[in-house]
């Protein structure tokens, strides 16, 4: 997931009376209009001397008033579960693979008590190369895009290891942030397109193509790592300092169209290479899961839409529920799922829950977030969720099996991987 300039707005709005959202707001605040804007990723694209595709620019939004919105004001507020520091993905789409790493470095802190920056340039780098693969064994038929799902990282470990942030920052010298719109991408999608039209399927060569502008762009992974005065590998690396398992993670829908407490595959283009591991669930166990798993202290990892009028890209920094939209007692399965076959609700965004706090008898989450708009707030790297906005907005989440026995219990038995 990550297509981070994609902003639909739903064209679907509720026409009964609107209640609060969750007692946050006061239900006679009228919507106002403005521009949707992200000052940080105007910001960044000046500095980095590239220019902002925005054909719409002095469009006007109906968007929510978010000062008439009685959330939490600070970070302070939030019961927090220990997590490194937000950190930005630049112009780039990489939002699953920063969200998902920073959900598994606060595992590593939660199991070990140890403090580890990985690197998310590291699984990057190799996702690009199985997505190579990929389109050369389908012969050019497979989804070819920035953008992928959180499970993709624990694919990538299994496969390649991983590596300390400091050893593999993607970055080259003098760069602060990462350029993967403007340069690589592009690139090999002209490359594999051009292989495409020659029938040109030679594997080898392809891979190493792509490696070729891979390496050019952001360098070559590096083969071994120093830690500890050990030299290793990057798979020695995870088995040895990470200590994590990749198949101790399960994710989570909530699909109604297919029976619940079956594996079903997650039909959204960014699952490209069509993964069936997918746990789909009720939409009050997608809501318990969550809930039970933060206060059990595991963050979780969660992907959805963030293109809806009732989500600040400005200082407020708030995700909630439009009381022109829907009420919040009318966030059922059957709306959350007409928002998704209808094209309102996309799967745009990864993100971290690593906090939350209840008000007024919801919850709100802390999430930690590396796109650009998160840094536009009050509290930069940080989005605060209204628990409605996840009910009807994310559509998937990922977590460790032990917060989540008693549902898993409910699915047929299966050998572990």
Same mark, same amino acid.
């Given at each position: 997931?990550?297509?981070?300039?994609?902003?639909?707005?739903?064209?679907?709005?509720?026409?009964?009376?609107?209640?609060? #959202? /969750? =007692?946050?707001?006061?239900? &006679?605040?009228?919507?106002?209009?403005?521009?949707?804007?992200?000052?940080?990723?105007?910001?960044?694209?000046?500095?980095?001397?590239?220019?902002?595709?925005?054909?719409?620019?002095?469009?006007?939004?109906?968007?929510?008033?978010?000062?008439?919105?009685?959330?939490? !004001?600070?970070?302070?507020?939030?019961?927090?579960?220990?997590?490194?520091?937000?950190?930005?993905?630049?112009?780039?789409?990489?939002?699953?693979?920063?969200?998902?790493?920073?959900?598994?470095?606060?595992?590593?802190?939660?199991?070990?008590?140890?403090?580890?920056?990985?690197?998310?340039?590291?699984?990057?780098?190799?996702?690009?190369?199985?997505?190579?693969?990929?389109?050369?064994?389908?012969?050019?038929?497979?989804?070819?895009?920035?953008?992928?799902?959180?499970?993709?990282?624990?694919?990538? @470990? !299994?496969?390649?290891?991983?590596?300390?942030?400091?050893?593999?920052?993607?970055?080259?010298?003098?760069?602060?942030?990462?350029?993967?719109?403007?340069?690589?991408?592009?690139?090999?999608?002209?490359?594999?397109?051009?292989?495409?039209?020659?029938?040109?399927?030679?594997?080898?060569?392809?891979?190493?193509? %792509?490696? &070729?502008?891979?390496?050019?762009?952001? /360098? $070559?992974?590096?083969?071994?790592?120093?830690?500890?005065?050990?030299?290793?590998?990057?798979?020695?690396?995870?088995?040895?300092?990470?200590?994590?398992?990749?198949?101790?993670?399960?994710?989570?829908?909530?699909?109604?169209?297919?029976?619940?407490?079956?594996?079903?595959?997650?039909?959204?283009?960014?699952? @490209?290479?069509?993964?069936?591991?997918?746990?789909?669930?009720?939409?009050?166990?997608?809501?318990?899961?969550?809930?039970? &798993?933060?206060?059990?202290?595991?963050?979780?990892?969660?992907?959805? +839409?963030?293109?809806?009028?009732?989500?600040?890209? /400005?200082?407020?920094?708030? $995700?909630? #529920?439009?009381?022109?939209?829907?009420? $919040? +007692?009318?966030?059922?399965?059957?709306?959350?799922?007409?928002?998704?076959?209808?094209?309102?609700?996309?799967?745009?965004?990864?993100?971290?829950?690593? /906090?939350?706090?209840?008000?007024?008898?919801?919850? @709100?989450?802390?999430?930690?977030?590396? @796109?650009?708009?998160?840094?536009?707030?009050?509290?930069?790297?940080?989005?605060?969720?209204?628990?409605?906005?996840? !009910?009807?907005?994310?559509? =998937?989440?990922? #977590?460790?099996?032990? $917060? %989540?026995?008693?549902?898993?219990?409910?699915?047929?038995?299966?050998?572990?991987?």
């Amino acid at each position: 997931m990550n297509r981070p300039m994609m902003f639909l707005i739903s064209s679907v709005w509720a026409l009964a009376v609107c209640s609060p #959202v /969750g =007692g946050a707001q006061d239900k &006679s605040a009228p919507p106002v209009f403005d521009k949707r804007t992200d000052a940080m990723l105007d910001s960044l694209s000046v500095r980095m001397e590239r220019a902002r595709k925005t054909p719409d620019k002095d469009k006007l939004y109906m968007m929510m008033d978010f000062s008439a919105v009685r959330a939490p !004001k600070t970070v302070a507020e939030f019961t927090q579960i220990w997590h490194l520091p937000p950190v930005m993905q630049g112009l780039s789409g990489m939002c699953w693979c920063f969200s998902t790493t920073s959900m598994l470095e606060s595992e590593i802190h939660r199991q070990t008590g140890r403090s580890i920056k990985l690197s998310e340039l590291h699984t990057v780098y190799w996702e690009h190369v199985e997505k190579a693969r990929e389109f050369v064994r389908t012969r050019g038929e497979s989804y070819l895009a920035e953008g992928s799902e959180a499970n993709a990282v624990f694919r990538i @470990w !299994k496969k390649y290891g991983v590596v300390p942030g400091a050893s593999y920052t993607g970055l080259k010298p003098g760069r602060q942030y990462h350029d993967h719109e403007n340069t690589f991408f592009p690139e090999i999608k002209k490359y594999l397109a051009s292989v495409k039209d020659a029938a040109a399927w030679n594997e080898e060569t392809v891979i190493a193509t %792509v490696r &070729s502008i891979l390496d050019h762009a952001i /360098g $070559a992974p590096p083969a071994n790592v120093e830690v500890d005065g050990q030299r290793l590998t990057p798979q020695e690396y995870l088995a040895r300092i990470v200590k994590l398992s990749p198949d101790d993670y399960v994710d989570f829908l909530s699909f109604m169209q297919h029976p619940y407490y079956t594996t079903i595959e997650f039909e959204v283009p960014d699952n @490209w290479w069509h993964s069936k591991e997918y746990h789909n669930v009720p939409l009050a166990d997608f809501m318990t899961i969550i809930k039970r &798993s933060l206060r059990r202290g595991y963050t979780v990892g969660i992907g959805g +839409d963030f293109s809806e009028p009732g989500y600040a890209r /400005g200082p407020a920094g708030l $995700a909630v #529920v439009a009381p022109f939209d829907i009420p $919040a +007692d009318a966030i059922t399965e059957e709306a959350r799922m007409f928002r998704f076959n209808n094209g309102t609700t996309t799967d745009d965004h990864g993100l971290h829950i690593v /906090g939350y706090v209840e008000k007024d008898g919801k919850d @709100w989450y802390l999430v930690k977030d590396s @796109w650009s708009s998160a840094y536009n707030s009050t509290h930069p790297g940080y989005y605060f969720f209204h628990e409605d906005y996840v !009910k009807l907005k994310m559509l =998937g989440c990922s #977590v460790h099996r032990d $917060a %989540v026995q008693d549902i898993l219990a409910k699915f047929p038995a299966r050998p572990r991987p």
